[in-house]
């Protein structure tokens, strides 16, 4: 543990945990790093478990106008993902809660154990009009606390009576604990599920993304799912400069091998506190690459670390952005690979018969 100033957050040594602090949220009050106490800071400490509460949802779906998305609405079964990854987008999230966005993200989690029940009452809703929902677009739907809590499949069994459209992004294996659900909705043109590789580099996934399954299980699970006749896309994202940049076309390849029939790029974004996250990881993970992977995003982001803008924050913009982005056009053409994928399909939606309906009667 380094204790870095009064007003900075300590940094930790933390085993199988992306962040190296726990700086305080920006809505808090009152600073809640530690303070160094005058003894060493060589003394071991405790590993950080992982403390998940439960949090009563009064509404599940949320919306968006972003065109920078394919989707207008999303639902996600758990707040703050124990995966780890440093450079996650969602982490700032966390500081809504009153939490940290660093080790807190990946260690204090929220599960919503109602989540079926209130996804059931919104689509049951006569004013609901049906599009895909999309799931996992914040945290990880498939991360490890699923595999006890289940929400992820009780909202699943709820689309699947409902004959409702879903898209599914995860790195989680547990997703094929549901291929038959998934089988059954992929029949019927009503599911996709997008993969996220970021490097097929086994040590440098193990530090950047430590709780998340390595690079080569995810290939496997693209293949468990595609040969159940489900539709994958994979996700080289995110597209890391200087770091995992090289490894486009080989990450392109190794989808397009284990049955991915579309592929996506997104480049790495810093918003809000992952920035100084992100840093600290590479001063302490890669140190000697550090200059030209921030240089290469404040070339792309105007001399900032994150555009926020709209048509801007996913992949930047100047000649790196454009080479890399010729790259993957190129790639994917010559792989066979799509971009653009058929809409999953809505005419199928279909309120079920539920108890206390007059339809019941007969």
Not at 79 to 95: D, K, L, S
Not at 139 to 156: H, S
Not at 308 to 331: K, L, N, T, V
Request: proline share 7%; aromatic share 6%.
């Amino acid at each position: 543990m380094e204790h870095r100033g009064n007003n900075a957050p300590f940094r930790y040594a933390t085993p199988g945990r992306g962040a190296a602090s726990n700086m305080a949220g920006r809505f808090e009050r009152f600073a809640t790093a530690a303070v160094s106490d005058g003894w060493s800071a060589d003394d071991d400490l405790p590993v950080l478990r992982t403390v998940v509460r439960d949090e009563v949802a009064r509404s599940l779906i949320t919306y968006n106008r972003s065109p920078d998305l394919p989707f207008d609405r999303s639902i996600n079964p758990y707040r703050g993902c124990e995966h780890g990854c440093v450079y996650c987008f969602a982490r700032p999230t966390h500081a809504y809660l009153g939490m940290s966005p660093g080790l807190d993200f990946e260690t204090r989690l929220v599960a919503r154990p109602n989540a079926a029940e209130i996804l059931r009452k919104e689509l049951s809703a006569r004013s609901y009009k049906v599009a895909p929902i999309a799931i996992g677009t914040n945290t990880d739907p498939y991360q490890p606390i699923e595999k006890d809590r289940g929400i992820t499949r009780a909202c699943l069994e709820v689309l699947e009576s409902f004959h409702h459209p879903v898209a599914i992004v995860t790195k989680g294996t547990l997703v094929e604990r549901d291929l038959d659900i998934l089988a059954r909705m992929a029949r019927d043109g009503l599911v996709r599920v997008g993969i996220s590789v970021t490097t097929l580099d086994a040590d440098l996934s193990r530090r950047m993304e430590p709780r998340a399954p390595a690079p080569k299980r995810r290939l496997r699970t693209i293949e468990r799912l595609t040969g159940a006749g489900v539709p994958v896309r994979l996700m080289t994202s995110p597209l890391i400069p200087g770091l995992t940049d090289h490894e486009l076309e080989s990450l392109l390849a190794a989808g397009k091998k284990a049955g991915a029939d579309a592929a996506s790029w997104i480049m790495l974004r810093l918003p809000r506190e992952v920035s100084q996250l992100w840093q600290e990881w590479l001063a302490d993970h890669e140190p000697g690459r550090a200059t030209k992977v921030m240089s290469r995003l404040r070339e792309m982001h105007g001399g900032r670390d994150y555009d926020p803008r709209w048509g801007h924050r996913m992949r930047g913009e100047g000649e790196y952005a454009q080479m890399i982005g010729q790259r993957f056009r190129a790639c994917v053409k010559r792989l066979g690979l799509a971009i653009e994928t058929p809409p999953l399909r809505t005419d199928l939606f279909a309120r079920p018969v539920q108890a206390g309906d007059q339809l019941s009667l007969f």
